[in-house]
């Protein structure tokens, strides 16, 4: 789909794009190559895209995959996309908001890959959401703002390493990354953009029962960054058992969440769980 094909379809549709919905459109053919590549698609696959937009990627996943299904949560875009697509039995196509299909109590997506030029609002919650579904997907393959991209890659003592990477980390393994200029997108965001591929652990880190205490030990570890680790844990846990945990796990006790590995992160909670 060429830029001025999409010039075309949104001055027909008398379309104006909605900053708020991340309305940036994808035209450029080899950057969209690079993402279905990085994706690894078979043709056997079923691929959930979030933000179809004027379904440039759509275009590519259904010449790739068994079948995708797209939520656009924007009408007009949808209508385009019906037209546009009517004589593809492979579309699913849903009007309705991504993050709150991802979050459905029922969502199953073992079987999935996810592949979208995410939304850059909701990109963050999305990818963390489907990482703590007990039947995540296989792969995900998603482009975002860069900053987000580099917190998701990040390891411990990383400037970016934080929550977000520990979140989708625990259930994901980083694999690549490559950067898509402004230029590549209509109208060029004002941020710069990545894409991302994520594959699910074979074996996961953590049983089920256990994801809960990850997340609070994370998320207290991390909230304020410059304090020790140890002195903010202690909010929730007695201090013997934190004292007995760090030294099995060989940690400083002056040790910052910053500096502690995901590997660390686990024992510790299965240190303190319970
Ligand atoms: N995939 C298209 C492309 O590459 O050109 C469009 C990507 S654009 C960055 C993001 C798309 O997500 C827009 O079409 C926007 O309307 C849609 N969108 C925004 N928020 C959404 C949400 N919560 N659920 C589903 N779609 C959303």
Not at 6 to 27: A, P
Not at 187 to 212: G, K, M, N, W, Y
Request: hydrophobic share 45%; charged share 25%.
């Amino acid at each position: 789909m060429t830029l001025s094909e999409m010039r075309r379809i949104l001055d027909e549709g008398g379309i104006q794009l909605t900053k708020s919905l991340g309305q940036n459109f994808l035209h450029d053919g080899n950057q969209l190559r690079r993402i279905v590549a990085a994706a690894e698609l078979k043709p056997t696959d079923r691929v959930l895209e979030i933000g179809p937009g004027l379904g440039p990627l759509t275009e590519q996943l259904l010449e790739h995959a068994g079948e995708v299904f797209a939520v656009e949560k924007d009408a007009r875009l949808v209508s385009i996309l019906l037209q546009r697509f009517a004589d593809q039995p492979k579309l699913r196509l849903l009007h309705g908001d991504g993050l709150e299909i991802v979050r459905a109590d029922a969502s199953e997506w073992a079987g999935w890959k996810l592949v979208a030029n995410l939304p850059y609002s909701v990109a963050s919650p999305i990818l963390v959401e489907l990482a703590s579904n007990p039947h995540p997907p296989e792969r995900m393959t998603a482009t975002l703002q860069l900053e987000v991209a580099r917190r998701l890659m990040a390891k411990a003592n990383d400037d970016d390493y934080g929550i977000l990477s520990l979140l989708v980390q625990i259930r994901f393994e980083p694999r690549g990354i490559f950067k898509i200029p402004s230029g590549c997108f209509f109208p060029p965001p004002d941020v710069d953009s990545a894409c991302i591929t994520l594959v699910r652990r074979e074996v996961p880190l953590l049983p089920e029962e256990l994801r809960a205490t990850f997340v609070r030990v994370v998320k207290l570890a991390f909230s304020q960054r410059r304090k020790m680790m140890l002195k903010l844990l202690k909010q929730e846990w007695p201090a013997e058992q934190l004292n007995e945990a760090v030294s099995a796990l060989k940690l400083s006790p002056l040790v910052r969440a910053e500096a502690v590995t995901l590997e660390q992160f686990v024992a510790l909670t299965r240190l303190l769980h319970g």
